[in-house]
Every structure is written in C-alpha cells, then in structure tokens.
C-alpha cells in the first residue's frame, strides 16, 4: 500500500499547491475589476485614482446636456448636491436618462478630472433612483450642512 | 477522505451563512437615511393645496409626526393609503410629501380616496427628495417634536411594518413630548 | 369566495406537507409499512391542494379581482389574457406559488414513480421533499401571501405589468428553470435518504439518475432561454452579463451536470460516493441561495424581486437549516460511504475527477465573484460591483480545459487506460483540428469582409473541431464503421454524443460571435447609409404608430449585400401609456451564419436618430448548440427505464449497450 499511500500523497499535495494558486490569482483578478463607486464630491477631493475604471453617479444637472451635432459625442454634468463631476461620452444614452434625474456612469477619470465614460447607465425605472446616487446624496446634504454650520 | 476534510463543506457554508447575514444587515433599502437622528432637511415647498402657501421644516416642528413620501404614479401607495387614513383616525399626525407629481392629480387623488395629511409638501421637481436621500414612493419618516428624524421606512407602511418598526417609538416620542 | 378557498387550500397542503416529511420518516425506522406508504398518498394530496391555491390565484387574475393586493400589483383590465396567466408567477408571491406547484409536482411524481424502489428508501426521500415543501408553505403563508387583501377599498384598476416582462420569455423561461431548480430537489432527497440509511450501492445511483437527468435538462433549457429572451428583448445585443441572478441560476447547473457525470461513476464502479452525495446537496443548495439572492434585497440586479429584509431572514435561516443540516448529515454519515473499487491512470473514473474539479471550480469562481460586492460592503469597503473580466478570465480557460478532456470521453474506460493508447486516438483528430482552425479564419477573414484574422476564432475552432471530431471517431469506432449497428448503441450513448456535440455548437457561437462582432453606434438622418460587416445599411424613415397600450417610433432601415436586398428592419421604441416606461425593441434578422441586429437609440432633433447597428456571426449557435445539450440529456434519461424493462424482457442486451456508460 505504500505506492498507493505516496501517490495519495502527491495528489493532495498538487490539490493544495494548486489552491493556493487559484486562490491568490481569483483574490488578484476580484481587486483588478472591483469597480468602486466613488461620488463627484470624491472626485472632486481627488480621492478617486485616475485611469482607474471606476463607477460614479449623480442627478444630471439641468442644461448641463451637450450634443455634437455631427457625432453620438455627448457631455453631462452630475452633481451629489456639493460638487459637480463632468461626463464624457461617445455612443447611445439609456432609455431613462434625462437631465434632473440620476444617472451613473462607468469609465476612467482623466488628469482633468473628467469621467471618460465608457458606459451610462440610468436607473431602470421612471421615478425610482439607484440607492448609491439616493445615499450620496443625503451624505452631501449633511456636509454641507455641517461645513456651513449653524441651523435656521 | 479524512474525517476533516468531511467537515469542511460545513464550514465554509458556516461561513457564508455569516456574511449572508451580515448582508441582510447592510440591505440598500433597510439602511437608515444617514439623516435618521439628524433634523428634518431645510427646506422652502409651496403647499399642495394652495400654491400660495409657502411651507419650511419648521411647520413641522411642534408634534411627533410621519412625513409620508407619496405620489399618484405611486402604486404601492394606493395601497398603502388606507393604513395612512386609519393611523390618521387614530390621532396620529401625517405630513404629505407629494414627489415629482402633478399638482391637479394629486389633489384628486386625495379627494377620492381620503386624505389622511395634516397638509401636504408639494415637491415637484424632487428637491426636498434629494436632501432626503430617497429612492422613490412610498417612504415614511417618523419625527419628534423637536422636528429630528427618529426612523426611515422604505416601502409601504402595512399593519406589520407599523407594529415592527413604528408603534413602540411613536408611543416613547409622544411620551417624551408630554 | 375563490381567493379565500385558495388561501384555505394552501393551509391544507402545509397540513400535509408536514404529515408527509413526519409520518414516513419515523415508519421507515420503526418499519410500519403503513406509516411509510403514507409519504405517497400526502404528497398527492400536497400537489392536489397547491394547484387549487393556484388555480384560484389564476382565476383571480383572469376575473380582475383587484381587491387582491397581489392582483392589484401586477395586472390590469388590459393586459392580454396569456398576460394575465403569466403575471400570476411575475412577482414574488406568486413565483413562491410556482416554486410550491413544481415541488408538489415533483413529489408526486416520485411517489407514482417508486413502485420500484425499496419502501424505505422511498419514504425518506418523500419525507425530505415533505419537509421542504412545508419550508416553503410556511414561507408562503407567514410572509408572502399572495392571498393577501387589499382594504377597505380595492382599486377599480390595476397597475400595469412591467412592460419588459410582457413578452413571451415571461412566459416560459420561469416554470422551465423554477422545475429545473426545482427538480433538484429529487437528488437530493435520495442523499439524505441515502446518508440516514446508511446505503449507497449502485441500485441507489441507477434509481436517483433518470430524476438528476430530467431536472438538468429543464435547468438548460430554462437559462437558455433567460440568455435568448435578454438577447431579443433588451434591446443591446447583449445574452450574458454574469449578473448575480444570471450567476445564481448558472452555478447550480454546473454543479448538476458535475453530479450527472459523477453518479455514472458511482453507479458502475462504485466510486465517487462523497463526490455525488456532495454534488446532490450542494446543486440543490445552490438553488435554494439562489432563490434567496434574488429575493432577499442583498444584490442589487436588474433582475431581483422588491427586497424585503424579513423574508431574508426566513429564506437565509430554511437555507441554514437545510444546507447545514444536510453538510452536517454528510459529514457524520461521510466514513460510512467510502468507496471501494480503485482505479488508475488515464482511466474514465480519472476523466470524470478531473471534469468534477473543473466544473466545481468553475461554480466557486463564480460564487466568490458574486457574494464579493456584499462581502466588500459589508467590511466597509465601498460599493463594489465586479465585472464580467473576472469571470471570463477564470471562465473561458476552464472551459477550454474542459473541452480538451471532453474529446477523450467516449475513448476511455473504466478501471484503467493506456494513456499512450488514447493519445493515439487523438492523433488524426488533433491534426485535422489544427489545421482547419488555422485555415478557416483565413476564409473568414475573405468572407466577413471586416475582420483580422483571429487567434480568438483560431482557439474556439480548435477545441469545437476537437470535440467534433473525436466524438466522431468514437462514433465510428463503437459502431464498427456500420450504418446498422447504430441502433444498437443505447440512448445514453446517443445522449452523450449529442449533448457533447452540442456543447461544441454553442462554443462555436460563443466564441465566433465574440471574435467576429461588429457594432456602430451612429447619427443618422433619413436617407443616410453605412456599412457594417459587409452590409450596408440605410435609414429609410421613423413613423409614429400607435398600439394597443403604447406609442412608438418605427424606423426603417434597408440592409443590402453587395448592391443585393436583404432584409429590411423595423426597430421601435415604445412609450407605455400606464407607468410611462420606454422600451427599445431591437428588430433582429436571424440567420444561422450570422444576425443582423438594429435599435433605435435616442431622437436627436431635426429628424436625426441615435442608431445601434450589429453585425454578430454564428451567434444564433449559442442557443442551437444548448439546445442540442437538452436534447441530448432528454435522450440519456428516457435510455435507463427503457433498458430496464428490455432486460428484463430478454437477455438480449447487445454487451455495446452496456458497455458504453
């Protein structure tokens, strides 16, 4: 029995060896593509790494909408209620995506600070907001109800 | 296979099961408002019913009350109106958040089916909402006298959800106020 | 009346669901016969009382009974009568109603079905499937009555069914993949069956195998026609997001068809024993966190139900109670089950290890990737979402591994193989793989005017060829090169011939549409044309129409090949009166060789159209190939009864026939 014990053997050893390397290469691939969601307020501060693909959402300020007449090139602007984070992006909005209502968008943020978005999207009913966008904007409420200090 | 190696299966869904319940915990829509234990947003909303009316946090200082996010595209608000008008025989006090409506809508909505608001705020463009921090209709925010935020529900206020999350602290703030 | 007899029916069959998961549990071990037959006639009972309680919910919704709450939520005066039959599982209640039927549904099948098994064996599995069945009774009546009244005044009118769910996927695709997750079930109760008694032989694994086959085959079909039904109704093209629902209804049929491969192993050679028990549990397990993802609010997905954190608790503490109590079950009886016969080398019993470990590790990456955003936030880390690079990274080598091994299936025999004798066989096969697949995308480069030649194309050819063609040369082999002798060659055989092809066909989809698909997104006035893929397409116009419950924008686009008409497409997008949601309705040319794919974006003022245009090759494949999987799986199940019953009529058994499982 004892080739059949050292073959045992090896077998789990190998199942071991090899999940550690599974294990360490699925924790490296979750932290390359965790897409984090950051607020404009974020960006704004410079929390946000740039070329990093990354989440970010807010109400699309009125009038901020900008078309090229000659491409699907558009730019927005979300704001948290504190600071304003401006969009960019090639291609086809969402259905449900208008100025006043909360939009998220995905891409990277540029050295101006600029979201380069590859992809928009808008909450997938009429009146309902995505809870990111709804939390960060009661956050930002607070703070600068805070940073102003006093009450009324 | 080793009388360890058994267990582990165990163990990982032991585990999981923790997480999963720690989850429940963070559920989106059970999250208190960052504002529950802040005052009520400031805020400046013309009434529902007369346009005129200038309203501000302050009409809702005073009394222990819940302030009501509804609308008419709101279904699960029709619903839930019948709780709000027997809250409301029953001596409690309900403020009328109308979100992103219509005005002329709204007010024939409440005359068909009861209304239950002591008046109501008329948000069309959905500012107060985003101080607020909602996600959509129906949402129920009980109050203190002193016009701080005691507890937020998202979804409809049914018989359960009263007895569960309202009742017993409706009863201590109106203790208090006395 | 009709919906108090429905509620009234449920608590019926919660009444006989837990005699059933009692009674014959206890007579099994104390050996009264009756008490053990009783499983039968309760789970009969069960089923008879549930599709009252349904049939009386259905009635309600066809009688526009809006004083039901559940009625109210989600149909309207109108909806269209197939509409309104389908909303009844729509939303959550009702789908917990269908969950509860199927159950039933099971559970009596298997008690009609048992007249060959042991009374014992029969009565514990009947007495696990009582005992969930009433799990989800309890669920039904304490929190999710879909009986529930609205009052004191019913609305004169419903509210409208999401128009996304209008569609004839609502229709199908829930009850086919509710009785694939469903059917689960089945195995395993024979588990626990098998782990109270203490029995495991190869009479166990041959009675428990036409149930795992049938349950898989819906379970295919079912996510199969999830990913068709996203690909034609959402409008963007796209039929697999590794969303967390999507990922929920995936992992189970992994480890099904883990368990399908392993209990052949179990059944002929006695091996495997901790792996398919495991496997039993664990596909079931997995179905039942499935059900709980996308009910409990703690994913966020386009997918799920409105989240109630109270029936969280419940599911999340059923799922305690049934999975830890079943790995619990496993790890005390585990010792008991230890496998007897050993095997070597390239044997099959190696083969299936190594599609086991593939296939479990496949369903762990995907578990891991889909519980991290709730495992990141509930550490504090910030609200992740993890993208589909994750899992294709993971996803496409094990597969690729899979496919590898796949080809050597039908080659291999049990107990032990020459490894040099079986890599002969692949020989011929691997060169003509290789060739081909180097060559073809040449063609294709020619062909689909648009492409580079691609490594993509390269490898997915490769191992369809593989595949193909070793299934092929099996053929050939077991058939002794005559047309005759392929009718002695048993259903499973032919189902694993098939089911492997089919396989095959939906890589081939799967990885020439990725390698191959082309996408514009552009501005178009009336009158403008582009080209695409070899296309070309023209923006004729948009008309304004009016339907029955909405308004749309047609357009019309004319796709020619050179200079030739082709087709012309209609794209809309809709505006529902009732609840005011737009719709984008892609218009789709589907050949097998390649779709043709236009949707209407945005209007952009001055007659100009946001338009997306898609030229996908071979993507029609995907669902043929799944489609062929199911079928073959159809064929392996119905093999086993039909070969029991010739045995037992003669013993005339070709030795092929038995040989080839």
Not at chain 1, 14 to 20: Q, R, T, V, W
Not at chain 3, 304 to 331: C, Q
Request: hydrophobic share 50%; charged share 15%.
């Amino acid at each position: 029995m004892n080739s059949l014990r050292k073959q045992r053997l090896q077998v789990v050893v190998l199942i071991i060896m090899a999940g550690i390397a599974a294990s360490g290469l699925i924790i490296y691939m979750l932290g390359q593509n965790a897409n984090y969601f950051y607020t404009p307020s974020q960006i704004a501060k410079g929390e946000a790494p740039q070329g990093v693909f990354l989440r970010a959402g807010g109400m699309v300020v009125e009038g901020s909408l900008l078309r090229d007449p000659n491409s699907l090139a558009v730019e927005f602007k979300v704001t948290d209620g504190n600071a304003v984070l401006i969009i960019q992006h090639t291609g086809i909005l969402p259905d449900l995506f208008d100025e006043g209502e909360a939009a998220i968008a995905a891409g990277k943020v540029d050295q101006n600070l600029v979201l380069q978005a590859t992809e928009v999207l808008a909450k997938h009913d009429e009146n309902y907001m995505p809870p990111e966008v709804a939390e960060s904007m009661s956050e930002a409420y607070l703070n600068k109800r805070k940073t102003e200090g006093g009450s009324r | 296979m080793n009388r360890i190696a058994l267990f582990l299966p165990l163990a990982l869904f032991v585990v999981l099961t923790v997480v999963l319940l720690l989850g429940l915990d963070k559920d989106p829509t059970e999250l208190p408002s960052a504002l529950v234990g802040e005052p009520f947003p400031v805020f400046s909303l013309p009434a529902l019913h007369d346009a005129n009316q200038i309203l501000d946090e302050q009409d809702l200082l005073g009394d222990v009350v819940l302030v009501n996010i509804w609308a008419t595209w709101c279904f699960a608000c029709r619903i839930e109106h019948a709780m709000l008008n027997q809250l409301e025989e029953q001596g409690v006090k309900v403020i009328g958040l109308n979100y992103k409506d219509n005005r002329e809508a709204a007010i024939d909505w409440l005359k068909k089916r009861g209304d239950p608001y002591t008046f109501s705020i008329f948000d069309e463009r959905g500012r107060l909402g985003i101080d607020l921090g909602v996600y959509g209709a129906p949402e129920t925010y009980l109050l203190d006298a002193g016009g701080t935020i005691r507890h937020r529900r998202v979804g409809v206020v049914d018989d359960r959800v009263w007895n569960n999350e309202f009742r017993d602290l409706y009863a201590q703030l109106m203790d208090e106020k006395r | 009346m009709t919906v108090e007899l429905g509620h009234a029916a449920l608590i019926m069959a919660l009444c006989l669901a837990i005699i059933q998961a009692v009674v014959p549990m206890i007579g099994s071990f104390s050996g009264h016969t009756s008490w053990m037959r009783l499983g039968h006639s309760m789970a009969v009972g069960q089923f008879v009382f549930v599709a009252l309680s349904f049939a009386c919910l259905a009635t309600a919704f066809v009688q526009d009974d809006f004083s039901v709450a559940y009625v109210a939520n989600n149909s309207n005066t109108l909806l269209p009568l197939h509409f309104k039959l389908s909303a009844v599982w729509g939303a959550h209640e009702g789908s917990l109603l269908l969950w509860s039927l199927i159950l039933s549904g099971w559970s009596t099948a298997v008690a009609l079905c048992s007249g060959k098994l042991p009374l014992v064996l029969s009565a514990r599995v009947l007495s696990v499937l009582g005992a969930i069945s009433v799990g989800f009774a309890l669920f039904l009546l304490f929190t999710s009555n879909p009986f529930d009244r609205v009052l004191p005044i019913p609305p004169l009118e419903g509210s409208d069914l999401n128009p996304l769910l209008q569609d004839f996927g609502l229709i199908v695709h829930p009850p086919m993949l509710y009785m694939g997750y469903v059917g689960f079930s089945v195995p395993f109760a024979f588990a626990i069956a098998a782990l109270i008694g203490g029995q495991f032989d190869s009479a166990w694994a041959r009675w428990s195998r036409p149930w795992i086959n049938v349950a898989w085959v819906f379970l295919t079909i079912g996510i199969s026609l999830g990913s068709w039904w996203a690909y034609y109704e959402l409008g963007w093209g796209g039929w697999w997001f590794w969303d967390p629902v999507e990922n929920a209804s995936f992992m189970p049929w992994l480890a099904g068809t883990a368990l399908m491969h392993s209990i052949s192993a179990s059944e002929k050679r006695g091996v495997f024993r901790s792996w398919t028990l495991l496997l039993a549990i664990l596909t079931f397990s997995l179905s039942l966190l499935g059900t709980f993802l996308v009910r409990s609010g703690v994913l966020t997905s386009v997918h799920a139900f409105a989240s109630d954190p109270e029936r969280g608790i419940f599911i999340l503490a059923f799922l305690g109670i049934v999975v830890g109590g079943s790995l619990l079950l496993f790890a005390l009886r585990g010792p008991t089950m230890r496998s007897v016969t050993t095997y070597s080398g390239w044997s099959r019993e190696t083969m299936l290890l190594i599609n086991n470990v593939l296939l479990v590790s496949s369903m762990a990456m995907i578990l891991i990737g889909t519980l991290y955003p709730l495992l990141a936030d509930v550490l504090g880390m910030g609200k992740i979402s993890v993208g589909p690079p994750y899992f294709n990274f993971f996803f496409v080598p094990l597969m690729s591994g899979l496919m590898v091994c796949l080809g050597f299936a039908g080659f291999t025999r049990w107990k032990n193989t020459e490894g040099r004798a079986l890599l002969k066989k692949g020989v011929l096969p691997s060169i003509i793989s290789l060739v081909l697949a180097l060559v073809l995308p040449i063609f294709m480069m020619d062909k689909l005017t648009w492409s580079n030649y691609s490594l993509t194309a390269v490898i997915t050819l490769l191992l369809v060829l593989w595949v193909v063609t070793m299934s092929l040369e099996d053929l050939w082999l077991k058939s002794r090169g005559k047309l005759s002798s392929l009718s002695s060659l048993s259903g499973s055989y032919w189902g694993m011939l098939i089911a492997h092809i089919g396989l095959a066909v939906c890589a081939l989809g799967v990885g020439l549409s990725t390698a191959y698909d082309a996408q514009k997104d552009l501005r178009m006035v009336p009158g403008d044309t582009t080209e695409l893929g070899g296309y070309q397409f023209q923006f004729v116009d948009v008309k304004r129409i009016e339907g029955p419950n909405f308004i749309a924008y047609r357009g019309n686009v004319e796709v020619r090949s050179g200079g030739e008409f082709v087709v012309s497409l209609s794209p809309e997008k809709r505006n529902y009166k009732s609840g005011g949601q737009v719709m984008t309705e892609a218009d789709i040319d589907g050949q097998l060789h390649r779709d043709l794919y236009v949707s209407l974006g945005e209007p952009l003022g001055d007659q100009a159209w946001a338009i997306r245009f898609q030229v996908k090759p071979f993507v029609r494949c995907i669902w043929l190939g799944s489609l062929l999987i199911g079928l073959g799986g159809l064929l392996a199940a119905f093999d086993k009864r039909y070969r029991r019953r010739r045995l037992q009529k003669s013993v005339n058994s070709s030795s092929e026939g038995l040989a080839f499982e």
